[in-house]
């Protein structure tokens, strides 16, 4: 058993895949007022929320337990749909030297825009053998991509924020 891996999960979601990935990259602020899964957010550098370089505080429910770290946005590009995030510091630094998350956000096969693919892959080196595999950050990013498109798939009503 090697100190890096990579672990990766796909969700199929109902919202288009456009307005789905607008929702990661353009609206982050507000997922931690859509999932019970985020217990809150900081921002504390960058430009803005969504730009490459922006670092937040995170907190958040893996394996059970309340956990903080911090993220900075490291490459996006919208015309792919793909994000990556860098999680360092906090609780994720004690386990892990490197801990990168790549979202990619596809069309189904079938060419509608009926929904997307939401890929997600987890790309971490451990500090030592005896550290698990981040099975549980699979978990986290399965219940927010949940939470998320069931907010986005939710019928608008007038007068209430989508």
Not at 93 to 102: A, G
Request: proline content about 3%.
């Amino acid at each position: 058993m090697g100190l890096s891996g990579k672990l990766e999960t796909e969700i199929e979601v109902k919202a288009p895949s456009g307005k789905f990935f607008h929702h990661l990259t353009k609206e982050l602020h507000n997922v931690q007022h859509i999932t019970d899964s985020i217990h809150g957010a900081e921002f504390h550098e960058g430009d803005e929320w969504h730009t490459i370089g922006s670092v937040k505080t995170w907190t958040y429910i893996v394996d059970g337990k309340k956990v903080t770290n911090k993220e900075r946005i490291e490459a996006y590009d919208e015309e792919k749909k793909i994000l990556t995030f860098d999680i360092f510091e906090g609780e994720v630094s004690e386990r892990y030297k490197s801990f990168k998350v790549t979202l990619k956000v596809n069309e189904k096969e079938d060419g509608s825009d009926n929904g997307a693919i939401a890929k997600w892959i987890v790309e971490y080196e451990k500090v030592n053998e005896g550290i698990p595999d981040p099975k549980g950050h699979l978990e986290y990013v399965t219940n927010v991509t949940k939470d998320v498109d069931a907010h986005l798939s939710k019928p608008y009503i007038e007068g209430q924020p989508n």
